[in-house]
């Protein structure tokens, strides 16, 4: 004859099981990564990030941080594909009158010199101006992915879930990162069942 549990103190010895697979999981994905950030990862960090993961809401968020971020990117990129289209239709334009302008000067030959010093010129301002324009639009991309990074780690800081504040050190960032994929991995082999009891 066994001896029946009350209903909390079974649930309690599931969910301290489902965390001990948890942080075993979490123990084993820090072994895979460099050593610089496996000594970034104590026990106290794992074992508080597995109990975090104890509840699905910190899947939800991370999976819609996710999916925003992949939304933002994709305006991103799109706005600087226009751009880059602008600037080869400028370029198309440009050269066409150029052509133009070299064909107007068959029958006067002694232009020519002073047609192409005005075609130089034109061809590098407008080359110049092009670049200005990217770098213009490739910084303002770096900045707003920048401030969309330090919002994702507010809001995980806010929330509680371990190892996440807000930084702008390369290293914590990575880290941050690694921890990441180690919530999305964890969230799959949930769903797979992996840490049902």
Excluded: W
Excluded at 181 to 186: E, T
């Amino acid at each position: 004859m066994s001896v029946q549990l009350p209903d909390d103190q079974t649930s309690k010895e599931e969910r301290q099981k489902r965390h001990y697979k948890m942080l075993n999981e979490l123990q084993n994905m820090a072994r895979e990564l460099p050593l610089t950030f496996q000594q970034r990862l104590p026990y106290d960090l794992l074992s508080s990030l597995a109990s975090s993961l104890l509840d699905s809401t910190v899947y939800d968020i991370v999976h819609s941080l996710e999916e925003v971020q992949h939304l933002e990117e994709k305006a991103m990129c799109s706005t600087r594909s226009r751009m880059v289209s602008e600037h080869k239709a400028q370029h198309h334009v440009m050269q066409k009158k150029h052509k133009e302008l070299l064909q107007q000067c068959e029958n006067k030959p002694h232009n020519i010199p002073l047609v192409q010093a005005q075609i130089d010129r034109e061809l590098e301002m407008i080359n110049k101006r092009c670049d200005e324009e990217m770098k213009k639009k490739d910084m303002k991309i770096i900045l707003e992915l920048d401030q969309k990074a330090m919002e994702q780690q507010n809001l995980l800081e806010k929330v509680g879930v371990p190892g996440f504040y807000v930084t702008n050190n390369k290293l914590e960032m990575r880290l941050q990162m690694y921890l990441l994929d180690f919530i999305m991995r964890i969230s799959r082999a949930e769903k797979e069942g992996k840490f049902d009891t």
